[in-house]
């Protein structure tokens, strides 16, 4: 929490998430939230036993886990899409950079064309500098999630952003990351997990530097209990050099 809050002033930190909503429809499912919402960008959680491996995708972590703003949604009657759209604080904050009086806008459009396939496009468009050193920022995350067999999930996603080199400018510096997650359930108990990722932004728009990185991690579940996760992951990731860690958790949900 301390790391994804970083930015944000006093109590805010300890907020996760904090928001309602209000049913605009009688007869369809048409909502309009407002707060700290769940970003609408990608598919891994903050939460890690929410994830398909314990430490999240390069990807996840240098995008948005939560924003604060309003967000109109709608899902179909046979709940295979859903349609929002978004005004936002900015990139992953709660309280708007002091000096930026435009706010950032969102979508997101999914599809689930049968139980086990979910296809989701989210876009982000908007500044996170002020108004004096305003850099426009352009975000696609693309992602699919197949449910194969009642063992076997694949994830696959694709991100890509751009944002102007300078005030008013035209040149665009981009930045994209690919992830590939394969998790295989043993039995009810016992599951893997393999992720592939590759992550560049030579210009450093997110990452602060040159940053060219591929990334391999193995990773093994048991369910001690219903509530009770326990997780060991191996991670390598290799940028002019190898960084080797692994990681272990015991995540307990109540």
Not at 103 to 112: A, C, D, N, R
Not at 204 to 221: A, E, H, M, R
Request: overall charge positive; proline content about 2%.
């Amino acid at each position: 929490m301390n790391a994804n809050y970083a930015a944000e002033p006093g109590v805010l930190k300890n907020v996760y998430e904090a928001n309602a909503g209000v049913k605009l429809s009688k007869k369809k499912n048409l909502w309009l939230d407002a707060g700290i919402l769940p970003s609408h960008i990608g598919f891994e959680s903050a939460i890690s036993k929410d994830c398909r491996t314990l430490t999240r995708s390069i990807l996840a972590d240098n995008s948005p886990y939560y924003e604060s703003g309003a967000r109109i949604t709608y899902t179909s009657d046979n709940s295979k899409w859903l349609i929002s759209a978004l005004a936002l604080n900015g990139w992953q904050r709660i309280k708007r950079v002091d000096g930026n009086s435009r706010m950032s806008f969102g979508t997101q459009l999914q599809f689930k064309p049968t139980s086990t396939t979910t296809l989701n496009y989210s876009t982000f468009i908007g500044t996170d500098k002020p108004d004096s050193a305003r850099l426009m920022r352009y975000f696609h995350n693309l992602y699919a999630i197949f449910n194969m067999s009642s063992k076997v999930r694949v994830t696959a996603g694709f991100d890509i952003g751009m944002e102007q080199k300078e005030k008013g400018g035209s040149d665009m510096n981009t930045w994209y990351s690919p992830v590939l997650i394969v998790q295989y359930s043993i039995d009810d108990k016992w599951a893997l997990a393999a992720r592939g990722e590759y992550y560049n932004d030579e210009h450093g728009v997110i990452i602060g530097q040159d940053f060219k990185t591929t990334g391999f991690s193995l990773n093994l579940d048991y369910a001690a209990a219903g509530n009770v996760l326990v997780r060991l992951e191996g991670r390598n990731l290799h940028n002019n050099g190898n960084n080797t860690a692994v990681t272990t958790s015991v995540a307990i949900s109540f």
